[in-house]
């Protein structure tokens, strides 16, 4: 599987981005895809995670209400917009793929390049 992440840039306090996560490969039946973020110093934290089977979501508490994912399936893609956007979204962020929900704790069997976000305050 092999995994593309884009769509990062500057925005001010308050702002939107989207992200995108193209992904291909084999077996998209039964994976769960996942968005991860990390700053300098800090480890990968899990943020977002999306079963492709039956479309489940799951958002930790400090992106829940203001990122929301979707997805594509024609084309492959998965999306995270990033609404009401806090300086302390700033991370460069990943999206990653498993099999199953270990992906909550980090459990990743692929992971895309990242893509920086940074907000402004």
């Known amino acids: 599987v092999q995994l593309q992440a884009s769509g990062g840039g500057l925005v001010q306090a308050g702002g939107s981005l989207r992200l995108s996560c193209a992904a291909s490969?084999?077996?998209?039946?039964?994976?769960?895809m996942g968005w991860f973020r990390q700053t300098p110093g800090k480890e990968r934290e899990f943020i977002v995670g999306?079963?492709?089977?039956?479309?489940?979501?799951y958002y930790v508490d400090s992106v829940k209400g203001r990122f929301t994912v979707s997805r594509d399936n024609a084309k492959n893609m998965v999306y995270l917009q990033m609404n009401s956007l806090k300086p302390e979204d700033t991370a460069v962020y990943y999206c990653?793929?498993?099999?199953?929900?270990?992906?909550?704790?980090?459990?990743?069997?692929?992971w895309g390049k990242g893509t920086q976000v940074t907000v402004s305050s």
């Open positions: 999306f079963s492709w089977s039956d479309g489940t979501t």
């Open positions: 990653a793929v498993t099999q199953d929900w270990s992906i909550v704790n980090g459990g990743v069997d692929y």
């Open positions: 490969g084999p077996t998209f039946s039964s994976i769960v």
